[in-house]
């Protein structure tokens, strides 16, 4: 995946520590009568867990010439950054953690308190630059974080309290780790004495998320503060990013200290495998590659999103197609002669055409999902494979590539872009008999709906928001047929327009994630387009939107249904519905729950249309009025999603035609 990673100036030589002993002293002599550390604290050894698997790598000094990834600053200035205390005053430790958060440049927080996380929403108030935005749920609070990070690039931070509040994370932590999120998610935890005691409201949350966060820590040492936030952000940004999670036990939190905002990160085995710039020769190989390809085709994923410049050139320069996995839209505008959309599961038919007739596949910034890949040897299987990935571990892990390069792919795309331009017209690039080969693909078997009289047909809603919307708009979703319709029907022009959660699949992501992305681009248009059932696990947050005053607007294509179970039960289990139905089985002909009542009851304006005539009209006053608004649009269960790859099938698998009105 794309990189980001902060600014040098983390890595400049540190000022002498002060002695252990001075610090000791200042720690005791502040301490407050209720505080759990006794007057001659313990030192306790700061506690790592980390998900590497590697072995330990002996200690030394890293280069910061070996750091090849490209720097997107979110640190202070340490020059420039004025505290509000004076340099010898003691504080507590929650408040060391929030001017740590101020000196990485962070503005904006998700965090929700309770007991053990008090302290620091104490600490909150008293910073003049961090807004709270006060989610409704912790899943809120850390899908609302991931929003932000995608919709901006930085990296976004969720708090909350142990037990329940640490856990409520979980699908958040999981959901940005496989698509490749940077967060930095903070937990409050019992006091340090109490930790392995079942304490009320502990969960060994460092245990929990092991597995599903990039690195995560457990603080032990109040002077630890300001290097492990450090760490956490350049860990949740640099490489592949990913969340990362800091615990810190409510003594922690309260014990007094005088931070010393010096110390060095010690990250030496992580900074040893960050991947180098990439091979002049690599990138040689790959260029005689295309120059002797006659079907070559792009293959770009999220990895890309940070690449979006060098990857227009590349096409420029080759008038190569570009086929998108779904974490990857907008890194190529969609609407391009050269875009073939998305590849996979519910890809274009000329996408999925493209990969398996091509004799090149150029796989930029992507892993081989099997959402994309269907059957793995029938994938691109006349193909010779290109892979360019930042993560060492996703080469070769699912398909084995003939050339591969382990770099960013800006890097890579830069260098490979300079030889194609040093070359010039010497290649004789020529690739229009492959792309009118593909354009007939696209005019036999375009995307195309049914209709229902006059109900409205899900997709026509997108096809309409993309027109009144100029394809300008932030567009977030749930999980099901309304998520692979919004990817397939909005022509996404850019790279973060497109906020979903990929390889978790998380439904309820869609609100809390808009919420996010307002956040962060106050000025942009919001939509979460939402099915009923993924509104349905979030719905608290429209609180937190009136509150806020969000401009966020939710579509909400309602079909009483989970859709997308639904069309694998028409498909697959002769249509036998197995608890699919979400409305009143009492009263079918009514629409239950209510959306419109949500709304109300958070002072949200709201309205419901069912016939395809009054859409434009609807969305038009949906987007015109200021503010959040819910336009709850009716539409039939019966539609599914096309095209088709069944699970585990290949492309001469595709399903093209079929709705919940045929038998199977």
């Known amino acids: 995946m794309a990189a980001i990673a902060p600014s040098s100036s983390s890595f400049s030589n540190p000022s002498p520590l002060p002695s252990s002993t001075n610090s000791q002293n200042n720690a005791s002599r502040f301490t407050r009568p209720f505080s759990p550390i006794p007057q001659k604290p313990t030192v306790y050894r700061p506690l790592h867990i980390s998900n590497s698997l590697s072995p330990k790598p002996k200690p030394k000094a890293t280069s910061t010439g070996s750091i090849t990834t ?55 108030t008293r910073s003049s630059t961090i807004r709270n935005v006060l989610p409704r749920h912790e899943q809120g609070g850390v899908f609302a974080a991931e929003g932000y990070a995608r919709a901006s690039g930085l990296p976004g931070v969720c708090i909350a309290t142990s037990g329940p509040g640490a856990t409520n994370l979980v699908s958040g932590l999981a959901d940005a780790l496989l698509d490749s999120v940077p967060v930095v998610a903070i937990t409050g935890q019992v006091p340090r004495r109490m930790i392995g005691t079942d304490a009320f409201q502990e969960t060994p949350i460092v245990e929990v998320t092991r597995s599903i966060t990039k690195h995560n820590y457990l603080v032990l040492d109040v002077e630890e503060i ?26 922690i939190q309260q014990q007094l200290l005088v931070p010393n905002w010096n110390q060095p990160m010690s990250l030496p085995g992580y900074m040893s495998r960050l991947p180098k710039s990439p091979a002049e020769s690599h990138l040689d190989q790959i260029v005689r590659l295309v120059s002797e390809s006659k079907k070559p085709v792009l293959y770009v994923g999220g990895g890309c999103l940070n690449s979006s410049d060098q990857l227009r050139r590349f096409v420029e320069l080759t008038g190569i197609p570009v086929a998108s996995t779904l974490m990857g839209l907008g890194a190529y505008p969609c609407s391009d002669e050269l875009s073939l959309q998305m590849l996979g599961m519910h890809g274009t038919v000329c996408a999925n055409y493209a990969v398996d007739k091509s004799d090149l596949l150029l796989a930029f910034g992507v892993r081989f999902d099997d959402r994309v890949t269907g059957k793995l040897e029938a994938f691109a299987s006349r193909a010779k494979i290109v892979h360019i990935d930042i993560d060492s571990a996703e080469i070769g892990k699912n398909k084995q590539p003939h050339v591969s390069v382990c770099a960013d792919v800006k890097l890579a795309l830069a260098g490979i872009n300079r030889i ?55 567009i977030s979703t749930g999980v099901g047929q309304h998520q692979m319709w919004a990817a397939q029907f909005y022509k996404y022009r850019r790279p973060r327009q497109w906020l979903t959660s990929g390889g978790l699949g998380a439904m309820g992501f869609g609100l809390p994630a808009a919420i996010g992305a307002a956040v962060a681009n106050p000025e942009a248009i919001v939509v979460d387009i ?135």
Request: proline share 8%; charged share 25%.
């Open 530 to 664: 939402d099915g009923d059932g993924s509104f349905m696990m979030n719905v608290q947050e429209l609180a937190t939107i009136r509150v806020e005053n969000l401009p966020v607007k939710i579509m909400l294509l309602n079909n009483q249904h989970l859709g997308m179970v639904v069309q694998w039960e028409d498909r697959f289990y002769k249509a036998n519905r197995a608890h699919t139905y979400l409305g009143n089985p009492s009263n079918e002909s009514e629409i239950f729950p209510n959306m419109l009542k949500f709304a109300a009851a958070c002072g949200i304006p709201a309205e419901r249309v069912t016939k395809k005539e009054h859409l434009k009209e609807a969305i038009q006053k949906m987007l015109d009025t200021p503010g959040p608004y819910l336009l709850d649009v009716i539409v039939p269960h019966q539609e599914h999603v096309l095209p088709m790859i069944p699970s585990g099938g290949a492309f001469k698998d595709v399903i093209t035609e079929g709705d919940g009105r045929s038998s199977y």
């Open 226 to 251: 300001p290097r492990i936030v450090r760490e956490a952000f350049f860990l949740a940004t640099s490489g592949r990013p990913g969340p990362v999670l800091i615990d810190i036990p409510k003594d």
């Open 70 to 124: 490209t720097p997107i600053t979110t640190t202070s200035d340490p020059q420039t950054f004025i505290s509000r205390y004076a340099p010898d005053e003691p504080r507590k430790g929650a408040d060391v953690l929030v001017e740590a958060l101020e000196r990485q440049g962070v503005t904006d927080v998700f965090a929700y308190p309770g007991g053990a996380s008090m302290e620091i929403h104490q600490a909150l």
């Open 420 to 474: 194609l331009e040093g070359k010039g017209s010497k290649l004789k690039l020529d690739f229009s008999a492959w792309r009118e080969e593909l354009k007939e693909q696209k005019v036999k078997f375009p995307l195309s709906y049914k209709t229902f009289g006059e109900a409205i047909p899900p997709q026509y809603a997108i096809q309409v928001l993309d027109e009144l919307t100029d394809g300008n708009a932030i």
